[in-house]
């Protein structure tokens, strides 16, 4: 197991790297590959930047002109895109002007200032040399996942193969509009894609027939074991604590499912629902089916559904969206509950991910449901307008008594499925439907004339299941894998073909014909009655009607479709209009280089239990990536499979357990966790089955309190989950020791790493003491945040925990170990890993390291220049904060009436996205600036704060009244400010164009008033309506 040892070599990725520089090199007539040069590419890390007297050294590259002047010939013709200089925003004149507005002489004395000493690193992370510049990066990566073969997939398992329609790839997918949003917690800035939302919710009801549905988890497999959980939580989960699978679930969501019972008190029980007796299980709470099953077969499950309900349990179905458009909807034979995978609406497979998975029950489960739902209300207006709802439902604002520690969504590829059946239409989705199940038919007719007998000859939509004999299963798969045919065995008889909308009639010969050649079946006895038509068996043909609703059969031509696209992306504020200083968010540039390779079809069409020969290049980035991230991290193994932040915490304390098992210690079930924690903290670990204890750190962590504490639990301690720096935005000095306690008394330290992005080489979690942590990629190495998904959470783990690592029962990654798996797919979401490895790749060790530097630059800049306006809290000894910073509102809201929630809208007014609110400090923002903006948008951004506080103290001072000011009314709409009547005691100027520059770089209009959220909770509509 390569991961599971100290940073391994990845030799085909540094061959390749040596290939990029002497392709640079033969570019340029006179230039030569120095022995730095070829040192560096061979080992594909850069230890430091070259110094100016070490390029003087290399003779070979200097020349003379004219007699006089020299040349450095390897800086001239080195590439000219160096990405450092694009992704930092300040220049060096910025920085210095910055250093003297924080009181610092230097970048190198402010992070002296704010890191302590002891948790200092001066080794240089072990990155790739980012000399190669962009282009070469790229170059590089081609020469990577070109190593991948994109053979004709007929695997099925949940993973198809779909037409991704070029107008929302274009529009959606790689427009910045929509990727760089951040979750829509600003409603009124974030009406598009609350709107494109409630279209999801909204298609996801009407396939399934159920009365709500959440906008998208993570994957099939998680879902299904959401589902697991939440019907645990709507019985009595102690008396009713089994959970029935049928055998015939895909196998990647019972190996997901089997991770989470285990470790909440689940009995998971897998059995076949045709002979079990249901009644006789009187510790059953629920049980789940497939629709169609793994092996393709529809399946009427009316009398489990029945025998369920009998017996007080509840019944899941996970269910294939492409069939449901053509079948009977679960809602009609009982289905409580319905998941499945939205992916083959218009969303590429991505070596198993991301793509949307869906949730759909009853409205009376709201409140039970996880994830985030999408809901109308009205603007003070009176207007329409859109929201989350039901927030305080969610699992990371229930902490402790949260069951799920679901706490995001994956909004852009939910988004992009919407926008699919939007885009086709209910017509178009019928045709495809029905000539997907043509295509079966097809191939289920013309091997029947083989005499290949089929597992049913009717009762499927997209998969034929046949018999194989006389060939084995795994060797007619393997015969056909060597024609780039990609078949599934199911078991020691069968195998199956699954067909999708992107295979043609021509592929249903070849597979044909490559059967014949196997000698599959008996020659001359074929006979089959299957008809090829296109049509459900009456007994599961969809009847009712479904997505009637205008939005779902309006749009015809493209040009409406991009423009519908283009409204509703007018409607909200992304980084391609300005600044999103979100504390704890890192909202920093996704760059266009990072994002490219994604639309690559060597990463987008790769089915994720393609056979191994076909990936070989996807398991050479993702492997290198673990090791890029194993030297961030200072750790020794890597998983990338978790899915989010909150995934990575779970698959981190899980690991946890599983090492204190091993060693005997399994009884070690505390986790302390301190007050300021991200809500997912204690989530996560209720969710591991662990027993949480508060300790206060409102002031830092008191050292006696805390010791006493993993002193009174020496036999029981599991875990403590610490972040740092410290939510509270600054860098403990004593972190080092708060380590060492838990250690002393048998304990494990995650460090959730939310706050990564300021350690950079600089600091690392192995050097402060921690076992464990999480990485948000979405985050700190630059996966866009989509407006709310998708992220990626791996995990990397000191050496003793390596052999626990997550692992998968399809395919077992390298860094796979007795975990089960905490995702549906090998290595989670796959198809973005590309952005930080790009990142990493394009930055090197220099650019990774100044990216913390400038990060935490930014913020203390910020900083001193608002400190005069607004009470800082929570900064180090030397008044100096980490990455981002907390302006506490308390005055304000004693002095004036003005609360947080006031200024976040009126920062809507200047053009601004407001800071995270009340969190980790009541009444508070925390501010984020990132590495990514230069100083002339922190100065926007500070001067809109000023003026809003120069705001505040004319309400102070009495000039406005208290309840009609610009921050009480914010924010102002352009349908206000041009109406006719004006009432309010400041004028339209005021109101609108607080700012100079609002005139010059265009104004920003949100799209709806100050929305009710207290209406929008207690008037649930969450769908459109017919």
């Given at each position: ?451 290949i007998p089929l597992l049913t000859a009717t009762d499927f939509f997209d998969t034929v299941a046949f018999a194989s004999a006389p060939a084995k299963p795994a060797a007619l798969v393997e015969a056909l894998q060597a024609k780039q045919l990609n078949c599934r065995a199911i078991n020691d008889t069968h195998v199956t073909v699954s067909f999708d909308e992107t295979h043609l009639e021509s592929d249903v010969k070849e597979l044909v014909a490559a059967l014949q050649t196997a000698g599959v079946g008996k020659a001359g006895a074929g006979n089959t009655t299957v008809e090829v038509d296109g049509e459900l068996p009456a007994a599961f043909a969809r009847t009712s009607p479904f997505l009637e609703q205008k939005i779902f059969n309006s749009i015809r031509s493209e040009t409406e479709m991009m423009r519908y696209i283009h409204t509703l992306q007018l409607k909200d504020l992304a980084l391609d209009k300005s600044m999103i200083s979100l504390g704890s968010c890192t909202m920093k540039l996704n760059s266009v280089s990072s994002l490219a390779p994604c639309s690559w079809p060597e990463i987008a069409n790769i089915h994720p239990f393609a056979p191994a020969s076909n990936t070989k290049g996807y398991v050479e980035m993702l492997e290198s990536l673990e090791q890029y991230l194993v030297s961030c991290t200072g750790f020794a193994a890597c998983s990338l499979q978790p899915t989010s932040g909150a995934s990575g915490e779970y698959a981190g304390l899980l690991v946890i357990r599983e090492y204190l098992k091993s060693i005997g210690q399994g009884q070690r079930n505390v986790c302390i966790i301190p007050r300021s924690a991200h809500g997912t903290n204690p989530a996560s670990a209720a969710m591991c089955g662990m027993t949480i204890k508060w300790i206060d750190d409102a002031k830092g962590m008191d050292l006696e309190e805390f010791k006493a504490m993993c002193e009174e639990h020496n036999d029981t301690l599991a875990a403590l989950m610490v972040t740092y720096p410290s939510t509270r935005a600054f860098f403990e000095d004593n972190i080092q020791q708060i380590c060492q306690i838990v250690h002393d008394n048998g304990g ?279």
């Open positions: 197991m390569l991961s599971r040892m100290a940073p391994r070599d990845v030799p085909a990725v540094r061959v390749a790297a040596v290939g990029v520089l002497r392709s640079m090199a033969a570019s340029h007539h006179r230039v030569q590959l120095t022995p730095q040069m070829m040192g560096h590419a061979i080992r594909l890390k850069a230890t430091a930047a070259p110094s100016a007297a070490s390029i003087g050294h290399r003779s070979e590259t200097i020349k003379e002109v004219h007699g006089s002047e020299k040349v450095n010939m390897g800086e001239l013709l080195a590439p000219s895109d160096p990405f450092i200089n694009r992704h930092l925003g300040p220049s060096p004149a910025d920085v210095d002007a910055m250093c003297k507005v924080i009181g610092a002489k230097d970048l190198d004395e402010l992070i002296s200032l704010t890191i302590p000493d002891r948790v200092r690193t001066n080794i240089p992370l072990d990155l790739p040399d980012a000399r190669m510049g962009e282009a070469g990066a790229l170059t590089l990566l081609k020469s990577i996942v070109s190593k991948n073969v994109v053979a004709k997939n007929f695997i099925g398992m949940g993973y198809h193969g779909t037409h991704v329609p070029g107008v929302v790839g274009r529009n959606l997918l790689e427009n910045p509009g929509w990727y760089t949003a951040y979750t829509p917690y600003q409603a009124e800035i974030s009406q598009g894609r609350l709107e494109s939302l409630v279209n999801y919710q909204t298609l996801v009801c009407e396939l399934t027939g159920m009365e709500i549905a959440n906008a998208s988890l993570l994957d099939e497999g998680t879902a299904a074991a959401e589902a697991m959980a939440m019907v645990a939580r709507t019985v009595n989960s102690k008396a009713k604590n089994q959970f029935f699978a049928s055998a015939d679930v895909h196998p990647q969501s019972l190996d997901v499912m089997r991770t989470r019972a285990h470790n909440f008190g689940m009995e998971l029980v897998v059995g076949d629902h045709r002979t079990t007796d249901f009644s006789s299980m009187t510790k059953l709470c629920g049980a789940l089916v497939q629709y169609p099953d793994t092996t393709g077969l529809f399946q009427d499950f009316s009398g489990v559904a029945s025998a369920l309900h009998k017996n007080g349990a509840h019944l899941v179905v996970a269910a294939d969206p492409l069939a449901l458009v053509a079948a009977k909807p679960p809602s009609e034979f009982g289905a409580d509950i319905v998941v499945g995978s939205m992916q083959r609406f218009g969303v590429p497979m991505w070596f198993g991910g991301p793509s949307a998975a869906y949730m759909a029950t009853s409205k009376k489960q709201v409140r039970r449901m996880p994830g985030r739902i999408i809901g109308e209300s009205i603007d003070r207006h009176g207007n329409p307008a859109y929201r989350l709802t039901l927030q305080t439902r969610e699992q990371h604002i229930r902490l402790e008594k949260a069951t799920s520690n679901v706490c995001t969504a994956q909004v852009l590829l939910a988004n992009m499925a919407g926008m699919y059946a939007v885009f086709h239409r209910k017509d178009g989705l019928q045709r495809i439907a029905k000539r997907v199940h043509g295509l079966a038919q097809l191939f289920a007719k013309e091997i029947g004339m083989l005499g494990q330290v995650y460090m959730d790493g939310a706050n990564m992005n300021a350690q950079l080489g600089l600091t690392s979690p192995e050097m402060i003491g921690s076992d464990v942590c999480h990485l948000n990629l979405h985050k700190t190495f630059s996966i866009p945040h989509g407006g709310g998904g998708p992220g990626l959470g791996p995990i990397c783990v000191r050496a003793h925990l390596a052999p626990h690592l997550p692992n998968h029962n399809i395919v077992s990654p390298s860094s796979g170990g007795t975990l089960g798996a905490v995702s549906a797919a090998p290595w989670g979401q796959a198809g973005i890993a590309c952005i930080p490895w790009m990142f990493c790749t394009m930055l090197g060790p220099k650019g990774v390291t100044d990216s913390a530097r400038y990060a935490i630059l930014n913020a203390n800049y910020l900083k001193a220049r608002l400190e005069p306006h607004y009470q800082i809290i929570a900064t180090n000894a030397n008044n100096k904060c980490s990455h981002e910073f907390i302006i506490d509102c308390s005055d304000l809201r004693r002095k004036a009436g003005i609360v947080e929630e006031d200024i976040a809208k009126r920062l809507q007014d200047y053009g601004f996205h407001a800071p995270s609110m009340s969190w980790p400090v009541p009444h508070s923002l925390m501010v984020e600036p990132t590495e990514s903006e230069d100083k002339a948008e922190l100065d926007r951004f500070c001067d809109a704060m000023i003026s809003i506080r120069e705001e505040i103290k004319k309400i102070e001072q009495g000039v406005w009244p208290p309840e009609d000011n610009p921050l009480k009314m914010a924010p102002h709409t352009q349908s206000e400010v041009c109406a006719t009547e004006w009432t309010h005691p400041y004028s339209r100027e005021e109101a609108a164009f607080p700012a100079p520059w609002l005139l010059k770089r265009g104004k920003f209009w949100p799209s709806t008033g100050r929305v009710d959220n207290a209406l929008g909770d207690k008037k649930l509509k969450l769908r459109h309506e017919h």
